[in-house]
């Protein structure tokens, strides 16, 4: 297993500059992290000055970029505006590219008033298809999430819906496109956490491990406070072998001292989290 973390917690501080990103790229090494994740909310200013800054810090630092965070709306019920929606996702896989970026998630869209299911898993699949021969040409692996919703979204994602995420996934098992499997978003749906890992686990190449004090909403805390069942879904992926990256999603509101408290937490849970057959 491979650790990062997204510091939303950290985003307005980063997005206005009273926390420079180098800041939070050094804070990662300083606590041994596998990788940083970044948004390309980061990037909107400037991007080929910031792009080559990140460049120098990670590689100075030795920490890479995990993960870089998009949210594309290509369910969106204009095709004027799925278009726009596509043009601006190629530009964000050639930032992940420039900034060496191992993953870009990628997300389907909102859960527009007035489409279905079968409308969403159409154009979802419209603009993945295209989106995952360009990522592979750039080297960059594309992850789709079981997201829940962004806060910079209206509308809650389509994929918070099971029946919408498995036939999307079931729909991509041909192509290079891997699942970012999300341990608080099932619960904001109403569902088991489990129950929507089990039938993609083999497609998993990202786990956002988040938290929630709540189920039925995405409330998040401190990760590990919350009603999160960390210790059995790190079991079932220490059970499959899994060797991908674990991000924290860390968004309690406690700054860098909540994201050192979530590290501290997920790595005594992985490690504790033997698998059934290998406990005494």
């Known amino acids: 297993m491979r650790l990062s973390c997204l510091p939303v917690s950290l985003f307005g501080e980063i997005r206005t500059g009273a926390m420079p990103l180098e800041r939070w790229i050094s804070y990662g090494a300083e606590l041994g992290l596998d990788g940083i994740d970044l948004s390309v909310l980061f990037f909107l200013d400037d991007r ?15 920490i890479p970029v995990a993960v870089i965070n998009t949210y594309p709306d290509f369910t969106h019920p204009d095709a004027r505006e799925r278009a726009r929606q596509y043009a601006e996702f190629t530009e964000h896989l050639y930032l992940a590219a420039e900034i060496e970026a191992r993953m870009l998630r990628i997300t389907a869209g909102q859960a527009h008033p007035g489409t279905t299911d079968a409308d969403n898993i159409s154009r979802t699949l419209e603009y993945f298809l295209p989106a995952d021969e360009l990522a592979k040409k750039l080297k960059v692996q594309l992850i789709y999430e079981n ?34 499997y999300d341990t608080a978003n099932p619960l904001v749906a109403g569902d088991e956490p489990l129950s929507i890992l089990e039938p993609v686990l083999d497609r998993v190449a990202c786990v956002h491990a988040a938290d929630t004090q709540v189920r039925g909403g995405l409330r998040p805390v401190l990760i ?30 406690h700054g860098l001292e909540g994201v050192r408290q979530a590290v501290e937490f997920i790595r005594g849970s992985w490690q504790q989290a033997q698998p059934a057959a290998a406990q005494p």
């Open 147 to 180: 997201h829940a919703k962004p806060g910079v979204w209206q509308y809650p994602d389509v994929s918070l819906s099971r029946a919408v995420f498995f036939e999307v996934v079931a729909r991509l098992r041909q192509t290079s496109i891997k699942v970012l």
């Open 48 to 62: 080929r000055a910031a792009v080559a800054a990140t460049l120098r810090q990670t590689r100075a630092s030795g």
């Open 224 to 253: 590990g406070t919350g009603v999160v069942p960390f210790a059995p879904i790190f079991r079932r992926l220490r059970a499959a072998r899994y060797d991908g990256w674990i991000s924290i999603e860390e968004a309690s509101g």
